[in-house]
């Protein structure tokens, strides 16, 4: 079974730019989060979609960062305009529909904004 | 506020010397600890699922326990593959899946 994949595995933009960021979760699981860690600090819920909805987008740090997820299947995170302190590593994972289910991370997208 | 602390925040073994990680957690209504290993570049890999204090799961070295404000991670007789970045993370009482990390602990276990 494949596991979550993101793409790309690196990026690396100029300040004012717009990256998007894409995530396959795994075949079947309706549940879809994204994380991200900074430097130095921990890694910090995003948001989180129940097949096509936000279910809760609690995390997201203002309105430059836009999530979606057409269809319920794959998912996109942009950042539009990138600032500086959007550098850091963008992780995507997914479970089953069940809350309780353990939550299956990608490799992550290190996005460097300079 | 919810918060998870995981000490200590490095650890350097020699192979064969057992010891334990500490995730110390305040969340309302804990609907689950999760363990994860990380190794670098990639990205967080699941070990175990908690649900009540009291419980404890097992996994070749690895043992995890759980209290009412903590669980800990032990490791017994460490081999150099067990070298990675452990990190506890919390689930709370809610309509959402949004998990609370710790900032982790580094292992390194020397040959």
């Known amino acids: 079974e494949a596991g979550v994949t993101q793409f790309p595995s690196h990026s690396v933009i100029e300040k004012g730019q717009t990256v998007t960021l894409r995530c396959d979760p795994i075949?079947?699981?309706?549940?879809l989060y994204w994380y991200r860690r900074v430097m130095g600090k921990e890694i910090k819920f995003l948001l989180h979609f129940v097949k096509e909805s936000k279910q809760d987008e609690s995390g997201m740090p203002n309105n430059r960062f836009l999530a979606e997820r057409t269809g319920g299947t794959y998912s996109t995170l942009k950042v539009q305009p990138a600032e500086l302190e959007d550098s850091g590593v963008y992780f995507c994972?997914?479970?089953?529909?069940?809350?309780?289910?353990?939550?299956?991370f990608g490799p992550g997208t290190r996005l460097l904004v300079l | 506020e919810d918060q998870v602390t995981q000490s200590p925040e490095a650890l350097r073994l020699q192979e064969g010397e057992s010891s334990s990680l500490n995730c110390s957690y305040t969340?309302?209504?804990?609907?689950?600890l999760f363990w994860y290993r990380q190794d670098p570049g990639k990205g967080p890999e699941f070990l175990f699922t908690?649900?009540?204090a009291g419980e404890e799961k097992e996994k070749e070295r690895l043992k995890a326990t759980l209290t009412k404000k903590e669980s800990f991670l032990h490791i017994t007789a460490p081999k150099p593959e067990d070298s990675a970045t452990y990190l506890c993370?919390?689930?709370?009482?809610?309509?959402?899946?949004?998990?609370?990390f710790g900032q982790g602990t580094t292992l390194q276990v020397k040959p």
């Open positions: 993370a919390v689930r709370r009482g809610s309509n959402t899946g949004k998990l609370i």
């Open positions: 969340v309302s209504g804990l609907r689950g």
């Open positions: 075949s079947g699981h309706d549940n």
């Open positions: 908690l649900y009540s």
């Open positions: 994972a997914s479970s089953p529909l069940a809350l309780a289910e353990t939550q299956y």
